[in-house]
């Protein structure tokens, strides 16, 4: 299942799980990170699933490469329960303060804003992966109409809230960071929730969501 | 409220609690975070006698001017730091690597790290600060760990608890600087052209002011990108180097993203990391390629040297 294993510098384990990034593949890649994480070997520090591959973080004072890779390559994969899969409803707000980039794209896309929202809103999303920043997910796949490349240069600050548009993929950003991404909305809910420690994400790797527009004083309402 | 604390006359400059930092949230995005200078991190608490995790404040450039009010404390500062102490209104020279006891009233200055950018300070007794998975480490740009995930600010209270009485310890030490740093070839070092790859182990390359703990930005030769400036997201890890579309190198430090879309050029070798973070901006870098064995040997050596540096402190 895994194409390739190689080093990533001298304390991780890169799994490439081929070049194809799509559900299936994903999924691949989620079985081992469960797989590994459940049977929690010694010195293994860190794993971080993504599309399509798996990275496998180690301490190098108690093991080493060719020791996590045996580990990998004898690993007995087994089905683990998709109980946690679940669906989620996402409101966004897609008023021209937060719509940071929906200009932009009706040049880039050649077509107008309510051409690409409503090709945005028509469709049911799979989380491929959390991370970059803490809980921020990763979604796909968009319709190809609606692909776009990164911004040439990336904002300093995009807002916490901010739902960004990249390729095949959206994403949410749940803190303000630096990034690339389109920006076509914000979403008022929580997605990341520091205080709790055994479960801080929303959404999950595995998951589907579905984006809901909501209005500006729908939005505004929304916390009270 | 314990009765002894500390009060924040100056903050200094990205000053947060640290200790060895988080397992296991990478996948949701959480870094490892932790002392970016590990062995000083290590030395500063072996001076004062405490458990190996026990948190530090760690601060850049400049460190914080605190007035100590309570019992008696020790302290120390590992790093290459000049700091001084005020005692009674006389001011004196501190030494780094050295426990020092001092008493209520008494004023602690870390004015500067020299040539260098981290410097650590500790006591001898627990700070009352917040955890969270585990670690005090503060990752500001997440508002994770103590202080609310933020670092600290002028005039706030650092209160202390259980304040252990010690000998006086220490140990000689001698930071020294590196220009070489050694590195394993990345991924997609084969995205770069045949010139990049060349200029990348023979270049010097130069820190710039855009590093923080999160990354260090560095400037040299542009290296060019022959195949696509942009992977599919995957995971990093500390000492991975990515190179952007612009050309200049990025090397990802204790509080990195956990995934980022950029070719990785190379890895800095773990036995590296303390010495690299060292580097101010304006230092010289040169890349010198090991393989995955020599990196693994070189980390046994550092590991050792690191530990028998411990085992002297008495």
């Known amino acids: 299942m895994i194409k390739n294993i190689s080093n990533l510098g001298d304390a991780a384990v890169y799994c490439d799980f081929g070049k194809e ?19 929690n070997f010694e010195g293994i520090i860190n794993l971080t699933p993504s599309y399509n591959k798996l990275i496998i973080s180690f301490d190098l004072t108690v093991t080493n490469f060719k020791k996590v890779k045996q580990i990998v390559e004898n ?5 683990i329960s998709s109980t946690s899969e679940k669906k989620i409803e996402i409101p966004i707000c897609c008023d021209k303060e937060f719509a940071l980039d929906l200009n932009r794209l009706e040049n880039k896309l050649n077509k107008s ?57 959206c994403n949410i950003y749940t803190f303000e960071s630096p990034g690339g ?16 420690e055994d479960a801080p994400n929303l959404i999950n790797p595995g998951d589907t969501v579905r984006f809901k527009e909501i209005n500006i004083e729908e939005y505004r309402n929304f916390n009270e | 409220m314990s009765e002894n604390y500390f009060e924040v006359i100056r903050a200094g400059i990205n000053t947060t609690f640290q200790d060895n930092g988080r397992k296991n949230l990478n996948h949701i995005g959480i870094p490892a975070s932790g002392a970016i200078d590990k062995r000083n991190y ?16 760690e601060f850049a450039y400049q460190g914080p001017k605190l007035i100590y009010y309570g019992e008696p404390i020790s302290i120390a500062v590992t790093g290459d730091v000049n700091f001084k102490l005020i005692r009674k209104n006389i001011e004196t020279e501190g030494k780094c690597y050295e426990s020092i006891t001092i008493e209520n009233n008494d004023e602690i200055d870390l004015i500067s790290t020299n040539k ?36 600290l600010e002028n005039s706030q209270k650092l209160h202390v608890l259980d304040i252990k009485e010690i000998t006086k310890r220490s140990i000689n030490y001698i930071n020294t600087r590196i220009e070489n740093i050694r590195v394993i070839r990345g991924t997609n070092f084969d995205y770069f052209s045949k010139e990049a790859q060349q200029n990348f182990f023979s270049e010097e390359f130069y820190v710039t002011k855009l590093s923080d703990r999160m990354g260090m930005r560095l400037e040299g030769k542009k290296l060019e990108n022959i195949v696509n400036t942009n992977i599919k997201s995957e995971g990093l890890v500390k ?12 090397i990802m430090l204790s509080d990195h993203g956990t995934i980022g879309g950029y070719p990785k050029i190379a890895t800095v070798i773990s036995a590296d990391f303390d010495k690299l973070a060292q580097l101010p901006p304006g230092s010289k870098i040169k890349f010198k390629e090991v393989n995955l064995s020599d990196a693994e040997t070189i980390f046994k050596l550092y590991e050792m040297e690191t530990n028998t540096l411990l085992s002297k402190i008495t």
């Open chain 1, 21 to 39: 990034v799509n559900k299936e593949v994903n999924s691949k890649v989620i079985k081992y990170f469960k797989n590994l994480k459940e049977q």
């Open chain 2, 239 to 250: 000492g991975v180097i990515q190179v952007p579309a612009d050309g200049n190198p990025i």
């Open chain 1, 75 to 79: 690993l007995d994969i087994k089905e």
């Open chain 1, 181 to 196: 991404w389109n920006i076509i909305g914000n979403t008022p809910l929580k997605v990341f929730d520091t205080s709790n």
């Open chain 2, 116 to 151: 260098s950018v981290y410097g650590y300070f500790s006591v001898t007794a627990k700070f009352q600060i917040d955890y969270q998975w585990k670690s005090c480490s503060t990752n500001t740009k997440a508002n994770i760990g103590a202080n609310n995930g933020k670092k």
């Open chain 2, 42 to 57: 290590k030395l500063v608490n072996k001076i004062l006698n405490n458990d190996i995790n026990h948190p530090a404040l």
């Open chain 1, 113 to 169: 804003a309510k051409e690409i929202l409503e090709t945005f809103f028509s469709k049911e999303y799979f989380c491929y992966m959390t991370g970059f920043i803490a809980g921020m997910p990763f979604f796909g796949d968009l319709e190809k109409n609606l692909q776009a490349k990164r911004l040439e240069t990336p904002r300093v600050k995009v807002p916490k809230g901010s739902i960004g548009l990249t390729e095949q993929f």
